[in-house]
């Protein structure tokens, strides 16, 4: 099983703010990671796969990244609307998700 | 649009059975694989199990396979979930997910959810 480790669990920031959100995989998925975001009482929605291609309708802000078994979220500047959980999602062997980084007002 | 609408979530005994539904519209149906992924109340995310578009192949979760059944039914554009003896931890809500490609594990759209509670 791949395990996928998500850092920090929670990171307090304010709007405008620059964002990285980190994930790590125990072994190697290749660019086989997707990002989601999801709110309070509603089900998830992808943001990227591929490690770094946006997903439809996604703004430009978000951006994905990858260097070996490491990958990145960055939310350029973030907005009101953007505080969130987040997950990264490894579909490479299975399905395994991290564990979510909160996002949450400072 | 494409829309999928879960039902069937119920509070229910442990070793009990439960039957999810979700209906599909607004895509081929019968041309995507199609997963359930679960999330524990205040948890985060567990992929549960997938069915192929034609209903042939499926592969489950370790921790639910002998006790949990994916099928669908391809002329009612509805996928479903058998949970038989189910667990404490089996609470959770389950959403239904389809795959971005037809054979994709990673999803683009979900459902709402439907919570099922296992407790005595």
């Not at chain 1, 946006?54 to 430009?60: E, L, Q």
């Not at chain 1, 350029?76 to 979510?100: M, P």
């Not at chain 2, 985060?44 to 099928?71: M, P």
Request: with cysteine; charged share 15%; aromatic share 12%.
């Amino acid at each position: 099983e791949i395990v996928m480790t998500q850092s920090p669990a929670t990171l307090s920031v304010s709007p405008g703010d620059r964002v990285t959100l980190s994930c790590r995989a125990s072994q190697s998925v290749s660019s086989n990671l997707a990002w989601y975001q999801q709110k309070p009482g509603q089900a998830p929605s992808l943001l990227i796969y591929g490690a770094s291609t946006r997903a439809t309708g996604i703004p430009d802000r978000f951006s994905g990244s990858a260097s070996g078994t490491e990958f990145t979220l960055t939310i350029s500047s973030l907005q009101s609307e953007d505080f969130a959980v987040y997950y990264c999602q490894q579909y490479n062997n299975w399905v395994s998700f991290g564990q979510g980084t909160k996002v949450e007002i400072k | 649009q494409v829309q999928l609408v879960e039902s069937g979530g119920d509070v229910v005994q442990p070793g009990r059975s439960l039957r999810l539904s979700c209906v599909a519209s607004g895509f081929t149906f019968g041309s995507f694989a199609m997963h359930w992924v679960r999330q524990a109340p205040g948890k985060g995310l567990e992929w549960v199990a997938v069915v192929s578009n034609d209903g042939t192949n499926k592969y489950y979760e370790d921790s639910v396979k002998g006790r949990f059944t994916i099928s669908r039914d391809n002329s009612k554009n509805t996928l479903y979930l058998q949970m038989n003896s189910l667990r404490a931890e089996d609470t959770a809500v389950y959403y239904c997910a389809k795959g971005l490609y037809s054979g994709s594990y990673y999803f683009d759209y979900w459902g709402q959810g439907t919570l099922v509670t296992v407790s005595s």
